[in-house]
T-cell receptor
Framework: DAMVIQNPRYQVTQFGKPVTLSCSQTLNHNVMYWYQQKSSQAPKLLFHYYDKDFNNEADTPDNFQSRRPNTSFCFLDIRSPGLGDAAMYLC????????????FGDGTRLSIL | QKEVEQDPGPLSVPEGAIVSLNCTYSNSAFQYFMWYRQYSRKGPELLMYTYSSGNKEDGRFTAQVDKSSKYISLFIRDSQPSDSATYLCAIGNTDKLIFGTGTRLQVFP
């Protein structure tokens, strides 16, 4: 089945230690998104790629970076995680066009020690 | 005022009940209306998607949009324990898609 796969499902890192989360897709969608979701909150869009074009949300902290080396893969880098960055990180994909529904992976739950 | 408002619940119903989940929104330019289901420790899964006012049915699920009132609903008929999850509305236009905070639903046998 075509899908969005996130690895790892659970990630523990230390305060200030860089961490990378990964996302891959077999849907061949050209738009990929990263969301942060905290408990009982709506997913918050961090950034998205339209093909190779990177679009950062205005309120996404500089601590968060992303890379998309090809259509299938996208990475979220957190340079110096703080305790407030503990959350579920969701990757989603869609076809181009803001009317296209987004398809989500199962997320990576990040814990900060 | 938030652009999309959704009652967080929890909503607890017996098996077989009809469930009504709702969202309101503030921007009349919003054109796309989606409902996602999110099980614990999983990503959101698209349930229903509609552009227009009126009803859209898919099995036990009916999505209803009232653009004049800026109000959308998801109805679940004959609810099952497997429907226990958080339901998020997502509403958008050409610029953005905004998620509600989700309503937690518990269906007990």
């Amino acid at each position: 089945d075509a899908m969005v796969i996130q690895n790892p499902r659970y990630q523990v890192t230390q305060f200030g230690k860089p961490v990378t989360l990964s996302c891959s897709q077999t849907l061949n969608h050209n738009v990929m998104y990263w969301y942060q979701q905290k408990s009982s909150q709506a997913p918050k869009l961090l950034f998205h790629y339209y093909d190779k074009d990177f679009n950062n949300e205005a309120d996404t902290p500089d601590n968060f970076q992303s890379r998309r080396p090809n259509t299938s893969f996208c990475f979220l880098d957190i340079r110096s995680p703080g305790l407030g960055d503990a959350a579920m990180y969701l990757c989603a994909t869609s076809r181009s066009g803001s009317d296209q529904p987004q398809h989500f992976g199962d997320g990576t739950r990040l814990s900060i020690l | 005022q938030k652009e999309v408002e959704q009652d967080p619940g929890p909503l607890s119903v017996p098996e077989g009940a009809i469930v009504s989940l709702n969202c309101t929104y503030s921007n009349s330019a919003f054109q796309y209306f989606m409902w996602y289901r999110q099980y614990s420790r999983k990503g959101p899964e698209l349930l229903m998607y509609t552009y227009s006012s009126g009803n859209k049915e898919d099995g036990r699920f009916t999505a209803q949009v009232d653009k004049s009132s800026k109000y959308i609903s998801l109805f679940i008929r004959d609810s099952q324990p497997s429907d226990s999850a958080t339901y998020l509305c997502a509403i958008g236009n050409t610029d953005k898609l905004i998620f509600g905070t989700g309503t937690r639903l518990q269906v007990f046998p």
